[in-house]
């Protein structure tokens, strides 16, 4: 059972290319969200999915765009990558919440370096 | 604007000791608190959370309690073990989003 699984696990750009993370889940999980994390400010939210062709910005948008065209991956793209974007970029899913709120299952993350 | 805040950066205690970390917010209207734990080159994975109508959850050795009117919770470890050592984040959800804290460096010295 692999959870969630984020490639690639590691990756230098230099300023301007683009890239594309992507991030699976086989939980059959209806939400899906991609984070960033960078040093003493925890996660922030960048954008999230609350199932397959929806999508919906975050905390911190700016610079991303994402697709949800299946329901088990969420593409997380850079059109022209800048040193501000250097970060861990983590990805998870979950349930709706109902009665007890689901937590979110985490992917090991993409650390991500720009030049 | 912080929503969740974890003031402190790091933490040590002695193992067999309790261990309590702590956590604050500022909106209200959050419906749940969880805690994450997390080891270096992996994920975030999910420790326990609390229900906004609820003052304290248990499982095992972790506790959490929380005090809405003080807008405070807080993780209570003990006995603290070696393998607890790891950063803990704080999370507040609320509409299907979370919002973490900083997180706080835990190490648990023999």
């Known amino acids: 059972n692999a959870g969630v699984t984020q490639t690639p696990k590691f990756r230098v750009l230099k300023t301007g290319q683009s890239m594309t993370l992507l991030c699976a889940q086989d939980?059959?999980?209806?939400?899906m969200y991609w984070y960033r994390q960078d040093p003493g400010m925890g996660l922030r939210l960048i954008h999230y999915?609350?199932?397959?062709?929806?999508?919906a910005k975050g905390e911190v948008p700016d610079g991303y765009n994402v697709s949800r065209l299946k329901k088990q991956n969420f593409l997380l793209g850079l059109e022209s990558a800048a040193p501000s974007q250097t970060s861990v970029y983590f990805c998870?899913?979950?349930?709706?919440?109902?009665?007890?709120?689901?937590?979110?299952?985490f992917g090991d993350g993409t650390r991500l370096s720009i030049l | 604007d912080q929503q969740v805040k974890q003031n402190s950066p790091s933490l040590s205690v002695q193992e067999g000791r309790i261990s309590i970390l702590n956590c604050d917010y500022t909106?209200?209207?959050?419906?749940?608190f969880l805690w994450y734990k997390k080891y270096p080159a992996e994920g975030p994975t999910f420790l326990i959370s609390?229900?906004?109508?609820?003052d304290k959850n248990e499982d095992g050795r972790f506790t959490v309690f929380l005090n809405k009117s003080a807008k405070h919770l807080s993780l209570h470890i003990v006995p603290s073990q070696p393998g607890d050592s790891a950063v803990y984040f704080c999370?507040?959800?609320?509409?299907?989003?979370?919002?973490f804290g900083q997180g706080t460096r835990l190490t648990i010295n023999p």
């Open positions: 999370a507040a959800m609320g509409a299907q989003k979370l919002v």
């Open positions: 609390i229900s906004s109508i609820k």
């Open positions: 998870a899913s979950s349930d709706p919440g109902g009665q007890v709120g689901q937590p979110q299952h």
């Open positions: 909106n209200s209207m959050f419906d749940y």
């Open positions: 939980m059959n999980h209806e939400y």
């Open positions: 999915s609350v199932g397959e062709g929806t999508t």
